[in-house]
């Protein structure tokens, strides 16, 4: 076996092993995260130590964000709940006016909003609102939809939908309150008087764009 072939193995196994670490150190994790996620269920709270850490936040969800800026044309006004490290921010047109809301402020103008406490904040208006990864974490989903139709006509959002026959229990290790199917998130999206227009498929969960009724 040659220097390099020899080299390359040892960057290989060490890659590997580094995954297989952060794998099940995330595992761990989320194990402990479960009896949290159902103790803030119970109290209709928020897990703000969590979001509050930048580490929470996942590189492979700017791909999420890369998909819902396609979908949002220049010039829009944009106001994003969740807003996170903000990746939507430079992905959009220059020409769109962005307002991020978040448990945290991490830019100077950021503004607070908490979808699980009331009352609601006093927000701006927009043309677009956009929630990605974040209903999931929504104690009542349909009055927060509520909330954000009377700023925001049209909506983008995701959601990791529940599969026919899945273990909701799982959920509770991502730190999700509800659990909706692809059909019943539709639905929720509907009773807060949001008519789906359009379904893309993203892993295991879906983005929906839609628009409110009569709009």
């Given at each position: 076996m040659g220097i390099e072939q020899a080299k390359h193995r040892l960057r290989t196994a060490k890659w590997?092993?580094?995954?297989?670490?952060?794998?099940?150190?995330?595992?761990?994790?989320?194990?402990?995260?479960?009896?949290?996620?159902?103790?803030?269920?119970?109290?209709?709270?928020?897990?703000l130590d969590r979001w509050a850490k930048d580490s929470?936040?996942?590189?492979?969800w700017r791909e999420r964000n890369e998909?819902?800026?396609?979908?949002?044309?220049?010039?829009?006004?944009?106001?994003e709940f969740g807003a996170g490290l903000q990746s939507l921010r430079g992905l959009?047109?220059?020409t769109c006016k962005y307002q991020p809301t978040d448990l945290v402020a991490r830019t100077p103008d950021c503004l607070i909003c908490d979808l699980n406490v009331r009352p609601f904040p006093d927000l701006p208006d927009a043309e677009v609102?956009?929630?990605?990864g974040v209903l999931e974490y929504?104690?009542?989903?349909?009055?927060?939809?509520?909330?954000i139709g009377r700023l925001a006509p049209t909506l983008i959002c995701s959601y990791a939908t529940v599969k026919n026959g899945a273990d909701t229990s799982d959920r509770h290790k991502n730190g999700f309150f509800n659990h909706f199917s692809e059909d019943e998130f539709l639905q929720t999206l509907q009773c807060a008087g949001y008519s789906p227009q359009k379904v893309q498929p993203w892993g295991d969960q879906i983005i929906v764009v839609a628009?409110?009724?009569?709009s």
């Open positions: 590997r092993l580094s995954n297989w670490a952060v794998a099940k150190r995330a595992d761990v994790l989320a194990t402990l995260r479960a009896p949290k996620t159902r103790k803030l269920a119970s109290q209709r709270g928020t897990d929470s936040y996942e590189d492979f998909i819902i800026a396609a979908a949002i044309l220049p010039g829009t006004r944009v106001l959009l047109d220059p609102a956009v929630l990605s929504v104690h009542e989903p349909v009055e927060a939809l509520r909330f628009v409110l009724d009569g």
